[in-house]
């Protein structure tokens, strides 16, 4: 008898496992999903299908916990447009077939693109988030992504910019995505989130912040990780190395730069009491370039020494565009920045002729937006030219693109919360920028921290890398303190290359050693 009870409770799991997965199933219909309403736009189309055992490398944004994952969920994919404006949007929206926590995320981009799909949207789902993204109905690399650099899709025609592409990517499209998305959780689950949040890095983290300035209702919660904030401003100003590399006709070695860099790092990496490759007071950090000029470094087992022309191209790395020019320059990256991605791009010959590659991401801003011309050449521009560029960068972009207004007081006084964090390495977007905004904040609401917290990330790069920790439960910090009130004290962080964990302090507080092994969170403390 008790074999048969066995046998037919086995079943009758079996049966509701199938019962489950058929209802399941029905549910992810095209047929059954409520087409979303958004004023302004023209759904074109609504699919969904059940995806079982989807498996990808995936990771979060602003983590580097990045891994494959297997997520079983409902695909619905939405495309619309804005009557008039020519544009065609996708937004994909992953709804988890179960373990549901009943929380909503949107997920931003990076560079020039407004989403990366499978890449953020997996890992969410695995976390349980209702998710979405947005392609912004911009160029797609391979039929799955933008491609984060390109910038052609800007210009309708020479010298004419694409308004209403640009309108999407600057802000339009991430709305949308937010309202469909919302939408389509609601109609899926019969039920709206709990809760709807907001994850980005860098072009992510503006989007976030861009959501936080003008759709203040939209999101409980938001982490912007390195925004791109006054993007129209940094982004053609980090050409300055480059252009002060064409003006001297000098091109240093990428083992060279990587040489200054290390150089700088001993210089510096005691200044918070303890030697640990972090230089984690950047601002205390007073070396120049020209201070190494004439020391030996080796590169490939043969020593060389430091030139002095070398030293002038660091130096308009670190010090950027605003040591000539403070109202239309930039600045610099921190000194333990990895320069060879974008700030000096170089590549040698079998020769050992070094030469520019080029960044992609300061020189495409420079040639479709600036120069609103699909031929033009980066490297023959005279200095007068290049600050030229940079002004008028500013004039045409920074309504739209900026990013910059410090008065957050309806994201305030609708409940929401924020945390931004930024690594101090970071090799794209200087620290200094988003600091500057930070305290644009504070000034403009002094009890900012109430809902707003920054967080420096010594020794960490763009979004991640570099032998600081990082900061991977940032979000579920944040889901914290939208839910329980329990604000951020500090942000904890762990993973750096160097095997190092700390609490990131929270702005103007800093990271000060206070004695024990540098590895461990309890031998810092945050002070002023």
């Known amino acids: 008898?008790?074999?048969?009870?066995?046998?037919?409770?086995?079943?009758?799991?079996?049966?509701?496992a199938i019962f489950v997965e058929i209802a399941s199933a029905s549910r992810c219909s095209p047929s059954l999903i409520e087409k979303p309403k958004l004023s302004?736009?023209?759904i074109l189309d609504v699919q969904a299908q059940e995806a079982l055992n989807f498996s990808a490398v995936s990771l979060g944004p602003g983590t580097n916990e990045g891994g494959r994952y297997t997520i079983s969920f409902c695909n619905v994919t939405v495309t619309h447009t804005h009557p008039g404006w020519n544009d065609t949007i996708?937004?994909?929206?992953?709804?988890?077939?179960?373990?549901?926590?009943?929380?909503?995320?949107?997920?931003?981009?990076?560079?020039?693109?407004?989403?990366?799909g499978e890449t953020y949207l997996t890992y969410a789902v695995s976390r349980g988030f209702a998710s979405a993204s947005t392609n912004g109905g911009l160029p797609v690399a391979n039929g799955k992504d933008t491609i984060p650099t390109d910038l052609s899709w800007a210009l309708n025609s020479e010298n004419n910019v694409n308004w209403f592409f640009l309108e999407d990517?600057?802000?339009?499209?991430?709305?949308?995505?937010?309202?469909?998305?919302?939408?389509?959780?609601k109609s899926?689950?019969?039920?709206?989130?709990?809760?709807?949040?907001?994850?980005?890095?860098?072009?992510?983290?503006?989007?976030?912040?861009?959501?936080?300035?003008?759709?203040?209702?939209v999101f409980d919660g938001i982490l912007a990780v390195a925004p791109a904030l006054d993007i129209q401003r940094f982004i053609p100003a980090g050409f300055w190395a480059s252009q002060v590399m064409n003006q001297l006709g000098v091109y240093p070695s990428p083992c060279e730069v990587n040489a200054f860099t290390e150089a700088a790092v001993k210089a510096c990496d005691r200044l918070d009491g303890v030697e640990d490759g972090i230089i984690s007071s950047p601002d205390h950090c007073h070396v120049k370039a020209a201070d190494f000029v004439g020391m030996s470094y080796t590169c490939d087992s043969i020593r060389k020494t430091f030139s002095a022309s070398s030293a002038e191209v660091i130096q308009a790395a670190w010090s950027g565009s605003r040591s000539i020019s403070k109202h239309d320059g930039w600045y610099g990256v921190n000194k333990d920045a990895a320069l060879g991605?974008?700030?000096?791009?170089?590549?040698?010959?079998?020769?050992?002729?070094?030469y520019s590659f080029g960044s992609d991401l300061f020189g495409n801003w420079l040639k479709y937006l600036v120069a609103k011309d699909s031929t033009f050449s980066t490297s023959n521009m005279t200095q007068e030219?290049?600050?030229?560029?940079?002004?008028?960068?500013?004039?045409?972009?920074?309504?739209?693109?900026?990013?910059?207004?410090?008065?957050?007081?309806?994201?305030k006084a609708k409940g929401g919360k924020m945390i931004t964090w930024q690594g101090m390495a970071d090799e794209a977007i200087p620290p200094l920028g988003t600091i500057a905004y930070y305290e644009e904040v504070l000034k403009n609401d002094p009890k900012a921290q109430d809902f707003y917290r920054f967080f420096e990330a010594p020794g960490v790069g763009h979004c991640y890398g570099g032998p600081g920790p990082i900061p991977n439960g940032a979000m579920s910090q944040l889901v914290e303190w939208v839910e329980n009130g329990h604000a951020p004290v500090v942000l904890h962080a762990t993973k750096g290359s160097n095997n190092t964990a700390r609490d990131l302090c929270p702005y103007p507080l800093r990271q000060k050693?206070?004695?024990g092994d540098s590895r461990n969170a309890t031998s810092f403390t945050c002070t002023k």
């Open 188 to 217: 899926y689950y019969k039920k709206p989130a709990n809760y709807s949040y907001f994850a980005g890095c860098s072009g992510g983290g503006r989007q976030g912040l861009l959501m936080a300035q003008k759709y203040p209702d």
């Open 385 to 411: 030219e290049f600050f030229k560029g940079l002004r008028s960068s500013n004039v045409d972009y920074s309504g739209m693109l900026g990013t910059n207004d410090p008065d957050l007081s309806n994201f």
């Open 40 to 42: 302004g736009t023209s």
């Open 513 to 515: 050693y206070v004695g």
């Open 341 to 354: 991605t974008a700030y000096v791009p170089t590549a040698c010959s079998a020769k050992n002729a070094c």
């Open 90 to 116: 996708t937004t994909q929206v992953w709804l988890p077939l179960e373990g549901w926590n009943g929380r909503f995320q949107g997920l931003g981009g990076g560079g020039y693109a407004t989403g990366f």
């Open 1 to 16: 008898m008790n074999m048969k009870m066995a046998v037919f409770s086995r079943t009758l799991l079996s049966l509701s």
């Open 169 to 185: 990517y600057a802000s339009k499209a991430t709305n949308d995505m937010a309202v469909i998305g919302q939408q389509i959780t």
